[in-house]
């Protein structure tokens, strides 16, 4: 697999929604209920964090349900590149983006969404052939007014910024011209999760769908 044709899968992914759900899950025995409710509200495409020991079971039960597309974020080394792809994600998140990172989802054909908080970094991205990237962390890193700045010198690069984007602000990164879609975790709330309360999910992703 190319980073061209890596970014060019990782589009039509983010493409699918408006918001890709960023979701913490603890209990792999709950993955199948939550994913098949975030996907009867309009959001297909899922990022489960490998921060938590059940994370590449959860990819595995998630990877199940029926119109999902189950990602795995937080990827940090090649060893969990490789891990995530054998547990059936069907594209890849990083935080930051290294060399050895993009050798293996290359490697493994992992279409890859790779994350960039500077416009150096965004840049080098570009010259690697990633044309779509992850703004993380969004809302530290400097907002709204720190993607439309780095957007306007480099227009080819479109991002899915994540990390403190809400209900609130989400329609103003998708404003952007440079913003393909936004990462969130408040569509899958942890009370919510943990009381098995699907239909306020469901309720929750809807909303989102149509932002």
């Given at each position: 697999m190319t980073p061209e044709e890596s970014s060019?899968?990782?589009?039509?992914?983010?493409?699918?929604a408006p918001v890709v759900p960023v979701l913490v899950v603890e209990n792999a025995a709950s993955a199948a209920d939550l994913a098949r409710a975030l996907v009867a509200g309009g959001l297909p495409a899922l990022e489960v964090t490998l921060r938590t020991t059940a994370a590449l079971d959860v990819i595995r039960e998630m990877a199940?349900?029926?119109g999902g597309v189950v990602g795995a974020g937080t990827l940090l080394t090649p060893?969990?590149?490789?891990?995530?792809?054998?547990?059936?994600?069907?594209?890849?998140?990083?935080?930051?983006?290294?060399?050895?990172?993009?050798?293996?989802?290359l490697d493994a054909e992992l279409p890859l969404l790779p994350g960039a908080a500077t416009a150096t970094e965004a840049l080098r991205l570009l010259?690697?052939?990633?044309?779509?990237?992850?703004?993380f962390p969004a809302e530290a890193s400097g907002g709204v007014p720190?993607?439309?700045?780095?957007?306007?010198p480099m227009p080819q690069i479109r991002f899915c910024p994540t990390g403190g984007v809400t209900l609130k602000n989400a329609p103003d990164y998708l404003a952007l011209s440079n913003t393909?879609?936004?990462?969130?975790?408040?569509?899958?709330?942890?009370?919510?999760?943990?009381?098995?309360?699907?239909?306020?999910?469901?309720e929750l992703a809807a909303e989102a769908s149509k932002l």
């Open positions: 060019f899968q990782a589009a039509e992914i983010c493409q699918l199940s349900v029926e060893a969990e590149v490789v891990a995530a792809k054998e547990a059936g994600a069907l594209f890849g998140v990083t935080p930051g983006t290294t060399d050895r990172l993009i050798d293996a989802a010259e690697r052939g990633f044309s779509i990237q992850k703004f720190a993607l439309k700045s780095i957007g306007a393909i879609c936004v990462g969130g975790s408040w569509v899958a709330p942890k009370d919510a999760v943990d009381a098995q309360d699907w239909a306020r999910i469901t």
